[in-house]
């Protein structure tokens, strides 16, 4: 026992440094005063469905196995159809050492704007998770791959495409009801130039959180949170509650404050084979007219194979 709980303090340190590292060696923010765009990464609606799509350490939350994916609609304001998807799955491993575990696994998000703009992101994805006390863990991981961006021409012009390195880090506590991460996203802070604008890939921090309240057998209530800053010079903060009943249903409502609401509706823990399935459809409104939100439509699949239910696993939403 001793020696396990030296190994911990060893392995607390080492990621405590790791995060840090990644945090300031990177260097400062780069600040272009006469940049024409920022980007950031797609704000899924869903995202307490899939943690690890802005937080790597998510990843090996649920089981040894996980298989998830996506895919976000809508009309831009530009009157040209906007699509945004995505896929991932992640591979648990050390499982046999009790308390410790780390996964590996694949993480794609790209978009379609119109006939002529896309992109896609591609990632490499690492998490270890180690066990604290009374059942409580601590999960550290990080990603790190490419940006591609594209612009389809003419064939006097040709196509414009560019890639660019990028990387997320992030930490997470955790137990099978509750979970609270802080994650730094689009660390290399990079830009890429597509045209004649710069577009920068703005470094920026999201705090989440979540909470599992049982009402009873076959009612249980699940509020979340999810803040971004900074989000175009401003805190973007969502607000939200899932409710599970029948140990099978879900409905969810949610806010992303003075922009959307959003009402979905899901199917949890529908077992096939080895594993469970779970799934949402979610329906994103403006909260007032204006010529730059419009209605979206949000679907999200995942497949989650473990031959039974584990101690350290969270609880999936």
Not at 7 to 33: E, N, Q
Not at 104 to 126: D, P, Q, W
Not at 170 to 192: K, M, T
Request: glycine letters at 8%; hydrophobic letters at 40%; one cysteine or more.
């Amino acid at each position: 026992m001793p020696v396990y709980h030296c190994y911990i303090k060893h392995v607390k340190i080492f990621l405590r440094y790791l995060f840090l590292s990644i945090l300031f060696i990177w260097g400062p923010i780069i600040t272009v005063k006469l940049v024409a765009q920022i980007s950031y990464p797609f704000q899924y609606y869903q995202f307490y469905r899939n943690i690890s799509l802005y937080n790597p350490a998510g990843s090996g939350l649920t089981a040894p196995l996980e298989l998830q994916a996506g895919n976000h609609s809508y009309i831009s304001y530009l009157n040209a159809q906007y699509s945004c998807f995505n896929a991932n799955m992640r591979f648990g491993m050390g499982r046999s050492n009790p308390g410790i575990f780390s996964t590996v696994g694949l993480r794609f998000t790209g978009y379609n704007e119109g006939k002529y703009i896309s992109g896609n992101r591609l990632y490499a994805v690492y998490s270890f998770h180690a066990r604290l006390k009374n059942r409580c863990y601590f999960a550290g991981g990080i990603d790190l791959g490419f940006i591609h961006s594209r612009i389809e021409g003419t064939p006097s012009t040709g196509d414009l495409s560019e890639y660019v390195i990028d990387g997320n880090a992030g930490i997470i506590f955790y137990n099978d009801r509750f979970h609270a991460g802080l994650s730094v996203n689009q660390l290399a802070n990079n830009f890429i130039k597509p045209l004649q604008e710069i577009i920068i890939l703005y470094r920026h921090a999201v705090l989440s959180a979540s909470n599992r309240f049982t009402i009873s057998e076959n009612f249980q209530v699940s509020p979340f949170t999810r803040l971004c800053y900074p989000y175009f010079d401003k805190l973007r903060i969502e607000l939200g509650t899932n409710v599970l009943f029948l140990k099978r249903y879900n409905v969810s409502v949610s806010y992303r404050f003075k922009e959307m609401g959003s009402v979905g509706i899901g199917i949890h823990h529908i077992k096939v084979g080895n594993g469970h399935i779970n799934a949402g459809l979610t329906y994103n409104t403006p909260i007032r007219s204006n010529v730059i939100y419009t209605s979206t439509v949000e679907i999200s699949l995942g497949y989650f194979i473990s031959k039974k239910q584990k101690e350290g696993y969270f609880f999936t939403l």
